[in-house]
């Protein structure tokens, strides 16, 4: 079972960016999937935002409702997360994330920097 995270960079305030989730090892269509963060000084993983596994609902932390969309493309195993309005607040490292029974797997994680 592997998630690799991708698209990170550095934007400056009000920007956008694509994360993409690519999975493989299961059958992803199966999943809910979710996406976290964690903002740099040792802070606590912070939940943004999830989509079930048919697709047809997600949900989102209020400090990014509104400004973030999650979404998945099951013919290619991925999860995005398209962030837009940004602020440097959001800077952070972003996972994602699924569960297999008891046991939480986690990709490794894309940078995002916000900064003028």
């Known amino acids: 079972v592997q998630l690799v995270e991708s698209g990170g960079g550095s934007v400056q305030p009000g920007g956008s960016l694509r994360l993409s989730c690519a999975t493989s090892?299961?059958?992803?269509?199966?999943?809910?999937m979710t996406w976290w963060r964690q903002a740099p000084g040792g802070k606590e993983r912070e939940f943004v935002g999830?989509?079930?596994?048919?697709?047809?609902?997600?949900s989102y932390a209020d400090s990014v409702k509104g400004r973030f969309t999650i979404s998945r493309d099951d013919a290619k195993n991925t999860v995005y997360l398209q962030l837009n309005g940004l602020k440097p607040e959001d800077t952070a490292v972003y996972f994602c994330?699924?569960?297999?029974?008891?046991?939480?797997?986690w990709g490794q994680g894309t940078q995002v920097t916000v900064s003028s």
């Open positions: 994330k699924t569960r297999f029974g008891f046991s939480d797997i």
């Open positions: 999830y989509i079930t596994k048919s697709g047809g609902s997600t």
């Open positions: 090892g299961f059958s992803f269509r199966n999943f809910d």
